[in-house]
């Protein structure tokens, strides 16, 4: 990171960014003290909509601290924070549906999936080059670092693009599963399971457009050394 005068173009979505994620802490507050009526725990619905799906090769685990929950690939397993793993709240339930939505997407080969794992290791190195390469051009006048530093960061753009399916897509499959196994059947319950699933959504939104402003920034940088 570094400050001019093209930083106004981040602002407003560092704004969003904060919103983003006061929104999933209020709502995942909000939702952890309301019961769901299936009494299910998330690791227990985890593993319903699991073998459910006809898959029997995901374990789910528990994993320290809070909303740290994620679904593992490459070892085939869901990890669910303490909260998540054992209580059996909407948000708890809305979590482990959304992760084992990973595992489903995996296992049934979600092209977007396979895209963002392909791309995953470039992106990783381009968001940590990008920066630096660019910068270096920039003081050195050396353009053809500047453009370098471009090309990199616009495949961590790339990767936040691809992963934007992925978590929606994610989201809705928790939302049928939970409907279609009738693990949720009250409206209310429903509705409380799409809020907090929604206000999740968000971050990866807010990301994506902090990702793309870096990269306008980087444009107008580089535009403005011809």
Known sequence: MF???TMI????VLILAFWAQAKVRSNFTKYSRIRANSGLT????????????????????????ELTDHYNPSTKEVHLSGPIFSGSSLASISIAAHEVGHAIQHARGYYPVVLRAQILPAANFGSSMAFPLFILGLIFSY?????????????????????????FN??????????????????????GCKNMLSAAAMTYVASTLMALMQLIRLLLLRGSRK
């Open 170 to 191: 994610a989201s809705a499959r928790a939302i049928t599963q939970l409907r279609e196994l009738g693990i949720v059947t009250d409206k209310g319950e429903i509705n």
């Open 9 to 12: 173009l981040i602002i407003p």
């Open 143 to 167: 353009p053809m670092l500047m453009d370098i530093g471009i090309i990199l960061f616009s495949i961590a753009l790339l990767f936040h693009l691809v992963t934007l399916p992925v978590e």
């Open 3 to 5: 400050f001019d005068g």
């Open 42 to 65: 998330g690791a227990e619905v985890a593993e319903h909509i699991l073998h459910a799906n006809g898959i029997h090769d995901v374990v789910v685990l528990p994993e320290k601290g």
